[in-house]
């Protein structure tokens, strides 16, 4: 797992832990159940996670994805910006660009 993958992972389980840890540990273990996706797989499968939270909280989820998101541009150094027409996949891929192109110290 490398800086990026980490730091997504991080960022997830930090969302997710803003619930409770009896949620968050439910909600693994809905995607593990539902979706087959494990929480090792989220920094691999980024779109299968928020696919599984819409499936789970529907447009609540994008509350939760934001957080994500958020922690995951803290964890690397990134500045946030919202942007209204983004979601969460563009965020992912806008922050691992960045992270490529300039690493954190």
Do not use: T
């Amino acid at each position: 797992m490398d800086e990026f993958q980490r730091a997504l992972l991080e960022a997830a389980d930090e969302a997710l832990l803003q619930l409770s840890e009896s949620v968050r540990h439910s909600i693994y273990w809905y995607l593990k159940n539902r979706y087959g996706l494990a929480r090792e797989e989220v920094p691999f499968k980024p779109e299968e996670f928020a696919r599984g939270l819409r499936g789970l909280f529907g447009e609540g989820a994008d509350m939760i994805l934001e957080w994500v998101a958020r922690g995951l541009y803290a964890k690397l150094g990134l500045p946030f910006e919202e942007r209204p027409d983004w979601g969460f996949m563009d965020y992912v891929s806008h922050a691992k660009e960045s992270a490529r192109r300039s690493p954190a110290p």
